[in-house]
């Protein structure tokens, strides 16, 4: 059983470029999330989504899109990349919605220069 | 903003000495979880607290839901090395969203 699976784990952007983080999960769960962990800052919601073809914004959407066409993946897209964010990007899923234990990815670690 | 204010922000303790952090909301949680982020790692489940004033232990952890399910702590007694780490705490508002504490990094030297 993979779990949460996270591609890539290291990412060096420029300023502009466009790029597309992935995750996927097999344990068939409902919910998947991203966050971005920043020094001091603790793991802040990107997007999030409640099924396949649902999705909303979470705290910090701003520059970032994502889909959810399959109950596995839940692709993160950075449409033109800014320095602010750099950051270490987590996705995670989890089989309900209230009070289900996340289980997170290794983590994408994203410069953008 | 901080939906979940968490302290201290770090914490170095000598081997075999007692360490707490502490979770803070200014509304009401539905129920409160927390984590431990292994260095250069990801987050990964401790435990959940539901219930008003709720304790539970884990060996030598000890977790606490406030009367007023807006605060939470965790308690290590005895640390050891392998305790290193930050600890997240995280709190259910909103049905569908968690707010992650900023974590306590947490240093034991041997």
């Known amino acids: 059983n993979a779990g949460v699976t996270q591609t890539p784990k290291f990412q060096v952007l420029k300023t502009g470029q466009s790029m597309t983080l992935q995750c996927a999960q097999d344990?068939?769960?409902?919910?998947m999330s991203w966050y971005r962990q920043d020094p001091g800052m603790g793991l802040r919601l990107i997007h999030y989504s409640v099924g396949a073809g649902i999705t909303d914004q979470g705290e910090v959407p701003n520059g970032y899109n994502v889909s959810r066409s399959t109950t596995e993946d839940f692709p993160l897209r950075l449409l033109s990349a800014a320095p602010s964010q750099t950051s270490v990007y987590f996705c995670?899923?989890?089989?309900?919605?209230?009070?289900?234990?996340?289980?997170f990815g290794q983590g994408t670690r994203l410069t953008v220069v | 903003g901080q939906q979940v204010m968490q302290i201290p922000q770090y914490q170095h303790v000598q081997e075999g000495e007692d360490f707490t952090t502490y979770c803070n909301s200014s509304t009401t949680l539905s129920n409160i979880q927390w984590y431990k982020q292994r260095p250069g790692g990801h987050p990964v489940f401790l435990i959940q607290l539901v219930k008003s004033g709720e304790v539970k232990k884990q060996k030598r952890l000890t977790f606490q839901f406030g009367e007023a399910k807006k605060n939470s702590s965790l308690h290590i007694t005895a640390t050891q090395t392998t305790d290193v780490g930050t600890y997240f705490c995280?709190?259910?508002?909103?049905?569908?969203?968690?707010?992650f504490g900023s974590g306590t990094k947490l240093n034991v030297k041997p």
């Open positions: 344990m068939n769960h409902e919910y």
């Open positions: 995280a709190g259910q508002r909103d049905f569908n969203k968690f707010y």
């Open positions: 995670a899923s989890s089989f309900g919605l209230l009070g289900s234990e996340a289980f």
